[in-house]
């Protein structure tokens, strides 16, 4: 077979639709804030190792993706009409994060503003 160079590790021809399949079980996950990449790994049965580099493979780290996709969500949460009367911190915790601090400065740093200024917007 063929070995990737840096690990020795057999290189996986569909390592790239593997990591379609690990995005959308953590897509569908993505609420948990104790989600790990292990916890995909376990899933699936392959190594922690192999969860890395297929989403390397993909472009993007596992905490990265997490964190892009919770943002996403925050964003479309923080805009739902129905959910107006909800805190920024409940908000935070359906997105998935698990402290509202890091949410807000995670939030602020990738949209440059506050979740409560970008809610106030929409």
């Given at each position: 077979?063929?070995?990737?160079?840096?690990?020795?590790?057999?290189i996986?021809?569909?390592?790239?639709?593997?990591?379609?399949?690990?995005?959308?079980y953590?897509?569908?996950?993505?609420?948990n804030p104790?989600?790990?990449?292990?916890?995909?790994?376990?899933?699936?049965?392959?190594?922690?190792?192999?969860?890395?580099?297929?989403?390397?493979?993909?472009?993007?780290?596992?905490?990265?993706?997490?964190?892009?996709q919770?943002l996403?969500?925050?964003?479309?949460?923080?805009?739902?009409?129905?959910?107006?009367?909800s805190?920024?911190?409940?908000?935070?915790?359906?997105?998935?994060?698990?402290?509202a601090?890091?949410?807000?400065?995670?939030?602020?740093e990738?949209?440059?503003?506050?979740?409560?200024?970008?809610r106030?917007?929409?």
């Amino acid at each position: 077979g063929v070995y990737a160079a840096r690990t020795g590790e057999p290189i996986d021809p569909d390592i790239r639709s593997r990591a379609r399949v690990f995005r959308s079980y953590i897509d569908r996950d993505l609420t948990n804030p104790n989600l790990r990449q292990t916890d995909v790994a376990r899933q699936f049965g392959v190594s922690d190792r192999y969860v890395r580099a297929a989403l390397r493979e993909a472009g993007i780290s596992y905490s990265r993706y997490v964190l892009d996709q919770r943002l996403k969500k925050s964003r479309q949460l923080l805009r739902d009409p129905e959910l107006r009367s909800s805190t920024i911190t409940e908000i935070s915790f359906r997105a998935g994060f698990n402290s509202a601090s890091h949410f807000g400065r995670a939030f602020k740093e990738r949209y440059g503003i506050s979740p409560r200024v970008f809610r106030r917007g929409h």
